[in-house]
Structures are given as C-alpha cells and as structure tokens.
C-alpha cells in the first residue's frame, strides 16, 4: 500500500471507530498542576474498599475523558454538533462538554449546550459568549485534584483522594499517615472547612481574584485566602433557591464564625454524606432529629423536593 492511500484509507476509518462521524480528539499536553500529588490510584493499594466506594462515586467523575456513548450523545446537539469534546463535567443530573479554548492553548471552554438528564433534553448557554470564558479560570479547581492557580493546571480529574486528604507527599513515604488529613480525627469545624474549599460557592480569592482558594490543601486556613460574605446568606435564607445550598453554607458559617451550629453541635458532612461514596441517602434515611433538629425547634417540619432528588426541612 502506498503511503498516500494509506493516509486516505486513516481518513476514512477514523470516523467509523469514534461513531457517529465524530473522530477522536488527539492527545495533547496539558499544564501541570501542583508537585507532590500522586494520583489516586496510588491509594488503592493499601485502600482498596475506600478507593472501591470512591471510584463509584460522582466526586471521582466530575469531570471524565467522554465514553462513546457521551461522544454520540453530542453529535445529536444541534447547537453543538460536529465538535470534538476532550472532557466531560458532571453526569448523574447534566452534562457540559469541554473544548479547547481557541483564545488560550492548553485551556478549555465549556460547549454551549447542556444535557439534562432527567428529562432527556438540552438546553443552550451562554450562546453569545462561550468562547470567551475559560473553564479552568472560573471552575477547575473544585473539579479537578492538585489544581494549580498559577499554571491553571491540574495532576488528576475528578476529586480524588488528594482533594480531601491533602497531596501524596505528605504521606510521609506511605510508611505511615504522615501528615495526610483524616476525617476519623477532625474537629466539625476542620471537616466543613475542607469541604467549603468547594462548596462554599461566591467568594473569591484574596491573592488571585479567581472564585476558589489558591492552591488550597486540607487542614491549611482556607480562609486566610478565601473571602466569603457571609452576611449574604440571611438574605438567601428568606428567597427561593437551593435549599442545599443554603443550608449547607450555614452549617459552614456556624462551624467556622460561632464554633458550631447551635451552641457547639458536631453535625458535619459526614453527618448525612458517607465520606466516600457521597451520596445523598443520609437526607432520606436518617431522622430528623439527627440533623434538622440540631438548629429547628419541634418535631414537626414541612418538606419540599429538592432538584437532586433530596428532602430537606423547609426553612
């Protein structure tokens, strides 16, 4: 075969292998994040039923190289058709679509379209300006492990084990805990911070104006960096919107400005979350007097649906 059909005859594969006439996008070389993250497969080994429960998790898929079924799913987007996804972000309830970004090499932008899964439809945004927002500059770092904020970079996708227990190298060899976080022996308020380095969404950076902590590790002071009106929840408090969100902010607030949610509760994440697999169970199995009662006075509460498929106490 000469070499030039056999550059014809790639051609003409490459479609075929990827489905829906979309090819593959080629490997590229991505910025790196911080130094000293190991990758959670490193834990596996001495971790394997945590690593298991993890892996099945949605925090280990928040963002994920896309399956074929992903790649022929978006090759039905009008809006979106014809592009080449390089990562997906989320998967249980909606699924956005990364590209590179035309405007900065090495970053991505989200595609403007979003499957929402329930209803099986999509949905358009940001039409007029998608190109112009960069992905990593707004959302990466609480998608991703070992973010850097300085290389817009990151070692892992997905919230692996370093996200919550701090990077590999402080495993002190991996012949004992080192300085690793460990849930088992946080304070409520150690824990809640952790998980405020991302669900405490609407502040901003002190040092790089970006709307996440530079370069955050569990156990540091999230908030010598972080700066979070906190005085905005009362007002959230008394609108519509996520309940979640809500109540999860205040139970941040009450950790780390009044030393625990009413009067030195140990209600915590894990409290309704397992600190694996990070279901929402807890919300529907457990009873109220284990979390709502904690701050609401008497034995009666009023519940409405949340959109994730979560009952919670109506405020």
């Known amino acids: ?16 292998l990827s489905g829906c006439g979309i090819p593959p996008v080629a490997p590229a070389t991505l910025p790196a994040g911080r130094e000293g993250f190991a990758g959670s497969a490193t834990c596996r080994e001495c971790h394997a039923a945590q690593y298991q429960e993890w ?72 039409t007029e300006d998608w190109k112009r927002l960069t992905w990593e500059r707004a959302c990466g770092a609480c998608h991703t492990t070992g973010f850097s904020s300085t290389r817009l970079g990151f070692d892992e996708m997905g919230v692996g084990c370093e996200a919550c227990h701090g990077a590999g190298r402080r495993h002190g060899g991996f012949g004992d805990r080192g300085t690793m976080a460990s849930f088992p022996g946080m304070s409520a308020r150690d824990e809640v911070t952790v998980c405020a380095s991302c669900h405490l969404q609407g502040g901003t950076s002190k040092s790089t104006g970006l709307s996440f902590a530079a370069d955050y590790e569990p156990g540091e002071d ?56 990070f279901d929402h169970t807890g919300h529907a199995l457990l009873p109220r007097s284990v979390y709502c009662q904690v701050c609401h006075e008497g034995p009666d509460f009023s519940v409405k649906e949340y959109d994730q498929s979560c009952n919670v106490c109506e405020f």
């Not at 609108?239 to 209600?267: C, F, M, N």
């Open 55 to 126: 892996e099945n998790s949605l925090h280990a898929r928040t963002v994920h190289t896309p399956t074929d079924v992903e790649r022929s799913l978006l090759g039905r987007a009008l809006l979106c058709d014809g592009k080449n996804a390089r990562f997906v972000l989320g998967e249980r309830h909606a699924r956005r679509f990364l590209v590179p970004s035309g405007a900065e090499p090495g970053r991505h932008v989200l595609l403007p379209c979003r499957y929402d899964v329930g209803p099986a439809e999509w949905s358009s945004l940001h």
């Open 222 to 277: 999230l908030f010598a960096d972080y700066h979070f009106r906190w005085e905005s929840l009362d007002a959230a408090a008394s609108e519509t919107g996520s309940p979640i969100d809500i109540h999860q902010k205040l139970l941040i607030r009450a950790h780390v400005l009044d030393g625990g949610s009413a009067g030195g509760s140990d209600l915590r994440c894990t409290s309704c979350h397992a600190a694996h697999g």
């Open 1 to 16: 075969m000469t070499s030039a059909a056999a550059v014809l005859l790639g051609f003409l594969i490459l479609p075929l």
